[in-house]
């Protein structure tokens, strides 16, 4: 029995998390696509991509989330008839957003890539985003159908059946691509070329994926339309309502969504002009493409992987906080959000250390083989001081989920809002004075994340306590945490002087991991942050158990 509950909880855990897991694979994809089509072609990549995720977050997530919730409030009432009027007028509204969205990809890609990124040779990857940006909003609708009658686990197989066939259609296209790329830049002779298909060929295998996605879904939704035409026949909606009135609806959830969606997470496409600009004045414009390349494959993925694995951790607790709010548990819900606060802490600080103390051997071995090109060593050393300047985005991108969902969960969407805007103003007059006029480079980059999170984190910190009257306890929740990272993190630092000469970077990163981790715990335990009922609940907590017990620490 005990077997079946953790395999079930794990089930359900996959299901839930099944957004955050899907984002880690994109995140992780960079590194071999990086490989492949080189830094140079991840910057050209780059702007490509992040459009294509802000587009979709208003076709495809936002849209979803909308379109759902009216459906479902209609099937639990059993008017199937309104509510497949729904699920006809967010198809045609979400395809008439996509194809306007698509329509200005296709005629103003040159004029994107030269005005909004700098970076002339991404109109290419501009170009093949435009398809991609259709069936992605298909994909967005039927998942928001599926979610609608409470199929929320085939919404969760269509995202990671999208996830890893883009991986493999991105990999294998962009290969292929960058080949053909390879040969018309030595015809031109211009290696840019050569890094301009690649990104195309990526691109297009993002569209490919989609096409796939669209068609299980599809496929799916022929299947379950069967079940529905006999619910059909116990409808009991009294009247029909307008296309007018729902489309009204739609646009009235959709619109707030969108506005947190997109600029929650247009801050990459500014931070790409603002570098590639401070690239150009200070006379390093050829070398720009790569390094911003390098920047969005191992930087921010390596951050991003990080922020996702703290977000997994809390997110089960957001749910069970937004439950005991509507049902008026105040008390269990401030006790869930100090848990939450405490296990954040307990995750996002080593990590956050783990990766400042080992980022030269981290960003060495995301190289593979080509980490001893002159090109990677040059990008390398700007990334391991970057890492080191900016890995404590991590927690604060951590505390900025937490409390923001904790926003949306206490239904507070006005405060929600402007947290949103003011974090992305801040970080927009912070890049232009750090970058723009400063012409700090990554360092004013680092710095513009660190305010814009700060800000967020803060800000929503704040609305959330005055709201449900929530205290924090620093000491246990924040500050204990953080000291036993540090004091590990020192441990893994002399480790890795000890090590990497000797044993290579793969054994240094596993051997400090392991010791860095053991004396975390253990320090955890010592400083009474975690007791035996967290440890009985982590891999080998059994062992931990034994020597707090034998130690007298716990």
Same mark, same amino acid.
């Given at each position: 029995?005990?077997?079946?509950?953790?395999?079930?909880?794990?089930?359900?855990q996959?299901?839930?998390s099944?957004g955050?897991?899907?984002?880690?694979i994109?995140?992780f994809m960079?590194?071999?696509?990086?490989?492949?089509?080189?830094?140079?072609?991840?910057g050209?990549?780059?702007?490509?991509?992040?459009l294509?995720?802000?587009?979709?977050?208003?076709?495809?997530?936002?849209?979803?989330?909308?379109?759902?919730?009216?459906?479902?409030?209609r099937?639990?009432?059993?008017r199937?008839?309104?509510?497949?009027?729904?699920?006809?007028?967010?198809?045609?509204l979400?395809?008439?957003?996509?194809a306007?969205?698509?329509?200005?990809?296709?005629l103003l890609?040159?004029?994107?890539?030269d005005?909004?990124?700098?970076?002339?040779?991404?109109?290419?990857?501009?170009?093949?985003?435009?398809?991609a940006?259709?069936?992605?909003?298909?994909?967005?609708?039927?998942r928001?159908?599926?979610?609608?009658?409470?199929?929320?686990?085939?919404?969760?197989?269509?995202?990671?059946?999208?996830?890893?066939?883009?991986?493999?259609?991105?990999?294998l296209?962009?290969?292929?691509?960058?080949?053909?790329?390879e040969?018309v830049a030595?015809?031109?002779?211009?290696d840019?070329?050569?890094?301009?298909?690649?990104?195309?060929?990526?691109?297009?295998?993002?569209a490919?994926s989609?096409?796939?996605?669209?068609?299980?879904?599809?496929?799916i939704?022929?299947?379950?339309?069967?079940?529905?035409?006999?619910?059909?026949?116990?409808?009991?909606?009294?009247?029909l309502?307008t296309?007018?009135?729902?489309?009204?609806?739609?646009?009235?959830?959709?619109?707030p969504?969108?506005?947190?969606?997109v600029?929650?997470?247009?801050?990459?496409?500014?931070?790409?002009?603002f570098?590639?600009?401070y690239?150009?004045?200070?006379?390093?414009?050829?070398?720009?493409?790569r390094?911003?390349?390098?920047?969005?494959?191992?930087?921010?993925v390596?951050?991003?992987?990080?922020?996702?694995?703290?977000?997994?951790?809390?997110?089960?607790?957001?749910?069970?906080?937004g439950?005991?709010?509507?049902?008026?548990?105040?008390?269990?819900?401030r006790?869930?959000?100090?848990?939450?606060?405490r296990?954040?802490?307990?995750?996002?600080?080593p990590?956050?250390?783990?990766?400042?103390?080992?980022?030269?051997?981290?960003?060495?071995?995301?190289?593979?083989k080509k980490?001893?090109?002159?090109?990677?060593?040059?990008?390398s050393?700007?990334?391991?001081?970057?890492?080191?300047?900016?890995?404590?985005?991590?927690? =604060?991108? %951590?505390?900025?989920? &937490?409390? #923001?969902? +904790? /926003?949306?969960?206490?239904?507070?969407?006005r405060? @929600?809002? *402007?947290t949103?805007?003011i974090?992305?103003?801040?970080?927009?007059a912070?890049?232009?004075?750090?970058?723009h006029?400063? =012409?700090? %480079?990554m360092?004013? &980059?680092? #710095?513009? +994340? /660190?305010?814009?999170?700060g800000?967020?984190?803060? @800000?929503? *910190?704040?609305?959330?306590?005055?709201?449900?009257?929530?205290?924090?306890d620093?000491?246990?929740?924040?500050?204990?945490?953080?000291?036993?990272?540090?004091?590990?993190?020192v441990?893994v630092?002399?480790?890795?002087?000890?090590?990497?000469?000797?044993?290579?970077?793969?054994?240094?990163?596993?051997?400090?991991?392991?010791?860095?981790?053991?004396?975390?715990?253990?320090?955890?335990m010592?400083?009474?942050?975690?007791?035996?009922?967290?440890?009985?609940?982590?891999?080998?907590?059994?062992?931990?158990?034994?020597?707090?017990?034998?130690?007298?620490?716990l």
């Amino acid at each position: 029995m005990g077997v079946q509950f953790m395999m079930k909880n794990i089930k359900n855990q996959i299901v839930m998390s099944a957004g955050i897991i899907s984002y880690m694979i994109l995140l992780f994809m960079r590194i071999p696509l990086a490989n492949i089509i080189g830094d140079a072609g991840m910057g050209l990549f780059a702007p490509a991509f992040e459009l294509f995720i802000v587009i979709t977050l208003i076709t495809s997530y936002s849209m979803s989330k909308s379109m759902s919730g009216l459906i479902r409030y209609r099937v639990k009432r059993e008017r199937y008839r309104n509510a497949g009027k729904v699920f006809h007028a967010a198809f045609f509204l979400n395809l008439f957003i996509s194809a306007a969205a698509s329509g200005i990809l296709l005629l103003l890609s040159s004029v994107i890539a030269d005005v909004l990124v700098l970076e002339h040779l991404s109109r290419m990857a501009l170009l093949a985003a435009a398809p991609a940006v259709i069936f992605a909003s298909l994909i967005g609708t039927f998942r928001g159908y599926f979610n609608g009658y409470g199929l929320g686990v085939l919404v969760a197989h269509s995202q990671y059946i999208e996830k890893i066939s883009m991986v493999i259609c991105v990999l294998l296209c962009s290969k292929a691509f960058q080949e053909y790329g390879e040969n018309v830049a030595a015809l031109l002779q211009s290696d840019s070329y050569a890094y301009a298909y690649g990104a195309l060929g990526a691109m297009l295998g993002v569209a490919l994926s989609q096409v796939i996605t669209t068609v299980y879904l599809l496929v799916i939704y022929a299947v379950y339309s069967v079940t529905l035409r006999g619910r059909l026949g116990q409808d009991n909606g009294k009247r029909l309502e307008t296309q007018y009135s729902i489309q009204k609806m739609i646009l009235s959830s959709l619109v707030p969504l969108s506005l947190v969606a997109v600029f929650s997470n247009l801050f990459m496409l500014f931070d790409q002009r603002f570098f590639n600009y401070y690239m150009n004045v200070s006379g390093q414009g050829e070398v720009r493409t790569r390094q911003w390349g390098g920047y969005y494959s191992r930087f921010a993925v390596m951050i991003g992987l990080g922020a996702a694995i703290c977000c997994i951790v809390v997110l089960p607790m957001i749910g069970k906080a937004g439950s005991s709010y509507d049902r008026e548990e105040y008390r269990p819900m401030r006790e869930r959000i100090g848990k939450a606060v405490r296990k954040l802490s307990i995750m996002a600080f080593p990590i956050t250390v783990y990766l400042a103390v080992l980022a030269q051997s981290l960003i060495r071995l995301s190289y593979g083989k080509k980490s001893a090109s002159i090109a990677a060593k040059e990008v390398s050393k700007l990334l391991v001081f970057t890492m080191q300047e900016g890995a404590i985005v991590i927690v =604060l991108f %951590g505390f900025s989920f &937490l409390f #923001g969902q +904790l /926003l949306y969960k206490l239904n507070m969407v006005r405060e @929600l809002f *402007f947290t949103v805007m003011i974090s992305f103003l801040v970080h927009l007059a912070a890049g232009y004075l750090l970058v723009h006029k400063l =012409l700090l %480079g990554m360092t004013g &980059l680092i #710095g513009a +994340l /660190l305010l814009m999170f700060g800000v967020y984190a803060s @800000l929503s *910190f704040v609305f959330v306590s005055r709201h449900i009257r929530y205290r924090q306890d620093w000491l246990t929740g924040v500050t204990f945490p953080a000291i036993a990272a540090g004091v590990s993190g020192v441990v893994v630092f002399l480790l890795q002087l000890v090590l990497t000469e000797a044993a290579g970077d793969l054994i240094t990163v596993l051997v400090a991991l392991v010791a860095g981790v053991f004396i975390y715990i253990f320090l955890l335990m010592a400083l009474r942050v975690i007791g035996e009922a967290e440890l009985s609940r982590m891999p080998l907590g059994f062992f931990f158990i034994l020597l707090g017990k034998n130690l007298g620490i716990l």
